[in-house]
């Protein structure tokens, strides 16, 4: 990769069950092979005080979480991940492939929670100013298929796992729609596909990245 290169922040996408875990490991190892200096990371998450707060967002309660406390909780998170992690890598030259981000909130809050969608915008405008994702790669799944995959995981389900099928199917619709809206930055893989297959449309997708 050439000096002049910009690093690149990229975002994996998807429902609970469409294989984001696995692939964020190829992606990485592609990565690697290619010599591009990088990071893995998660939302929420990403530094010790935004584990903590994740901890919180998904740990099952008896306590009824409010949406908007849920939304900001999630956001607050963001901005320790973005000024302690995210933006310090990418200014340094390193690459950062994220385990979701905004966009993950406007599917699960926004659409999920029914939240709305302007009060999410604002809290992204204010929280990341002007930096968003150079590339959103979008696993997309039937919900079906990932509630499948869902129950056949080892473990307690955790808050978000624990919600219902027309949860997932507005999470999902809303995914289509940013993707539709913003189709130079989204790219969807069939992630229902065969995993040898899913990793060659993720290894594409990369390598435009790395050429461009």
Request: aromatic share 8%; glycine share 6%.
């Amino acid at each position: 990769m050439s000096e002049s290169k910009p690093a690149r922040f990229i975002t994996l996408e998807g429902i609970e069950g469409v294989g984001k875990s696995t692939n964020l490991e190829f992606a990485s190892a592609f990565l690697k092979q290619n010599g591009i200096p990088h990071v893995v990371t998660r939302e929420p998450g990403g530094t010790p005080m935004a584990e903590e707060i994740r901890e919180l967002l998904l740990r099952p309660r008896e306590e009824k979480v409010h949406d908007l406390t849920e939304l900001l909780l999630i956001f607050a998170a963001r901005a320790q991940h973005l000024h302690s992690f995210i933006v310090p890598h990418l200014r340094q030259g390193t690459w950062v492939l994220c385990d979701r981000f905004t966009d993950a909130t406007f599917a699960y809050q926004g659409g999920g929670r029914e939240l709305d969608m302007d009060t999410i915008s604002q809290l992204e405008n204010i929280v990341q100013g002007t930096l968003r994702p150079d590339r959103i790669i979008w696993l997309d799944a039937p919900v079906n298929l990932g509630m499948k995959r869902i129950a056949e995981r080892k473990g307690a389900p955790d808050r978000f796992e624990n919600e219902r099928h027309r949860f997932f199917e507005r999470v999902r619709n809303v995914y289509e729609a940013r993707a539709t809206a913003q189709p130079d930055h989204y790219r969807r893989i069939d992630a229902s596909a065969p995993l040898e297959q899913v990793k060659e449309a993720l290894e594409v997708e990369l390598a435009s990245l790395i050429n461009s």
